[in-house]
C-alpha cells in the first residue's frame, strides 16, 4: 500500500513537470516573438525620426530654392545680372585659363565640341554611374580577387 502511494506521488509529480514543460514551450515562444517585435518598432521609429529630419531638411532647401535670394544669387553667378546702382567689377587672376570646361562650381558648363553640357554637381560622375554590386559579388570579388 505504501509503494503504491509514492508511485502515485512519483507518477503525479512526473506528469505535473511534463505539463509545466509543455506549457512553458508556447510562452518562451511567445515571448520571443513579443521581443523581436518591440525590437522592429524600436528601429522602425528610429528611422521614422530620421525620415522626418531629412523631410524637414528638404523643405528647408526646397523654400530656399523657392526664394527670391537663391533667384538673385543665380542670376549674378550665372548671367552676371546686378542689381540697380550696382557695379560690377571682374578681377582675372595671372593663372587663370580660359579653357572651355572650367567653371566656378555654378551652372552648367561646355564639356567639349561635342554639344553636350555638364552640369556642375557633386558626385556627378562616371564613377556613381557603375552598377551596384550585391554582397555576394562582394564576397566573390573578395576571395578569389575578381575586379
Do not use: C, H
Not at 38 to 54: D, Q, R, S
Not at 68 to 84: I, P, S, T
Not at 100 to 112: C, E, K, R
Amino acid at each position: 500500500m505504501l509503494k503504491k502511494i509514492i508511485f502515485n506521488r512519483i507518477t503525479f509529480a512526473f506528469f505535473a513537470l511534463a505539463a509545466i514543460v509543455l506549457i512553458s514551450f508556447p510562452i518562451i515562444k511567445n515571448n520571443r516573438q513579443r521581443y523581436q517585435i518591440n525590437k522592429e518598432v524600436k528601429e522602425l521609429k528610429y528611422e521614422i525620426k530620421a525620415i522626418e529630419e531629412k523631410n524637414t531638411e528638404l523643405s528647408k532647401l526646397l523654400d530656399y530654392l523657392q526664394s527670391d535670394q537663391f533667384v538673385e544669387e543665380q542670376a549674378r553667378l550665372n548671367f552676371g545680372l546686378k542689381k540697380e546702382g550696382e557695379e560690377v567689377a571682374v578681377i582675372k587672376d595671372n593663372n587663370e585659363s580660359d579653357n572651355i570646361g572650367l567653371n566656378n562650381g555654378s551652372g552648367p558648363v561646355q564639356a567639349d565640341n561635342s554639344g553636350k553640357t555638364i552640369y556642375n554637381i557633386p558626385g556627378l560622375n562616371n564613377n556613381t554611374l557603375l552598377k551596384k554590386i550585391t554582397n555576394p559579388e562582394r564576397w566573390r570579388m573578395y576571395f578569389f580577387n575578381n575586379n
